[in-house]
Each structure stands twice: as C-alpha cells, then as structure tokens.
C-alpha cells in the first residue's frame, strides 16, 4: 500500500484519489500530496517542466542550485520492517555530478542514495555502505530502487538487484529528495514518479520496472 508519494510526472495518486500538479512549485509543493496531512514542500524553483519526462507530460526539474524538494511532515517510512523508495532519474551530467538523490537520514542517521562520478551510493547512517558502477549513463532515464526487506537492504538500478546489505529501523523524521538533508549536494537534472511505500511480500529478486505512471 502506497502511503506516501510525490509521482512527478502527472499525478500523485494514493488513498484519496489522484491529485492534479496545478499547484506551483515552490509554493506549496511540487505535484501535491495524497493527503493534507502529508504534503511536499519545493525549494529554490524546483518545478515541473516538460522537457524531459519518463511518463506523462512533465517530471520534476531540479537545476543544482538550491532545488530540492522535501516532506513537510514527520514520515513513518522507515519505522517499517519492509519498505521501499523507487524512481526514475534523467541528466545530461549523471556520471560526473556528485548529488543526493534522495537522504532520509538524520543527523547521519538513516539512509541516502547519492551519485559520485557515475556510481550510485548507498549510505547508511553517514557511510557509503554500497556503490554501484558501471551502471548510468548520461541522457538515459534509469530506474533506481532502495528497499528495506526485514533483515536485508537492496538496491536495484534498472529492475537489476545491484546490491545487499544489513537493514535496520529508523525513528520517524523527514526526507529529501534532490539534495542532502542540510540542502546541499544538490542533484541536476529531472526526477519522474518518485514512490516511498510500504509494501509487505518483497522480493530481492530482478524485476521489470514500471512501463507506465503509478496508479
């Protein structure tokens, strides 16, 4: 069950319904929220833009320069024993920036997901726990997967397990995605149907990423 989601393509949809991307950005979040109680907040002038987009007719731009977008609320996600963060990422600079694409950590607790000269980091609690190589390329929209399976911690590019290590539980906090919980290490480039979620059954097997928008 989807209990959070910012689908930065067209919609957000989840336990009320979809939710239209009229709002602007930057005012009082980008696409919206399921509900009032669980919105997202734009930074800088995140915002959505047509140029590029993995489904739909628009996907969040975040231009490495203050962009970032982040919940407003207190998230429970990775309080869960089974829980997973997955999305698409696009940029003509994905092997030679160095950017967060996601940090649900505070204080360097939790985790993160970061890029670094073409590889895709894992952190854990302020360390680099996995890195994963040879697997981005610039212009390219790549699926990217971080799940938490009970005892287990996996990450997956392109439907591709590239990864495992220890999971742990998390106290309830806030989460970013597009840069590093203090703001900086800002990602440039577009960011399309992100989901956090907490499903039950998950598999470290490969697996077909999506071929259209969540619903």
């Known amino acids: 069950n989807v209990d959070e989601s910012i689908a930065t393509g067209v919609e957000a949809t989840g336990q009320i319904g979809t939710v239209s991307p009229n709002t602007a950005a930057g005012v009082t979040g980008v696409e919206g929220e399921l509900n009032p109680l669980k919105p997202f907040t734009a930074s800088g002038d995140a915002q959505l833009s047509t140029a ?13 320069t203050g962009d970032f ?3 407003s609320y207190t998230s429970s996600l990775l309080t869960s024993s089974e829980w997973g963060v997955d999305f698409w990422v696009y940029s003509s600079t994905l092997t030679s920036q160095t950017a967060h694409l996601w940090d649900a950590q505070n204080s360097n607790s939790g985790f993160a997901l970061r890029i670094s ?3 895709l980091q894992v952190i854990k609690d ?10 981005l390329s610039n212009n390219t929209w790549h ?6 399976r009970y005892a287990f911690t996996e990450v997956f590019v392109d439907g591709f397990q590239r ?3 220890a999971g742990a539980g998390y106290n309830a906090h806030t989460y970013v995605i597009g840069a590093k919980e203090n703001g900086s290490e800002e990602f440039t480039g577009y960011i399309d149907e992100f989901r956090a979620s907490t499903p039950t059954g998950l598999s470290a097997a490969s697996f077909t990423p999506e071929t259209e928008a969540y619903s």
């Open 52 to 64: 590029e987009k993995k489904f739909g007719t628009a996907s969040l731009l975040l231009d490495g």
């Open 69 to 71: 977008v982040t919940t």
């Open 163 to 165: 990864g495992q290590q």
């Open 117 to 119: 000269s073409g590889n």
């Open 143 to 148: 699926h990217i997967r971080l799940q938490r």
């Open 126 to 135: 302020g360390s680099i726990t996995r890195s994963v190589s040879g697997q």
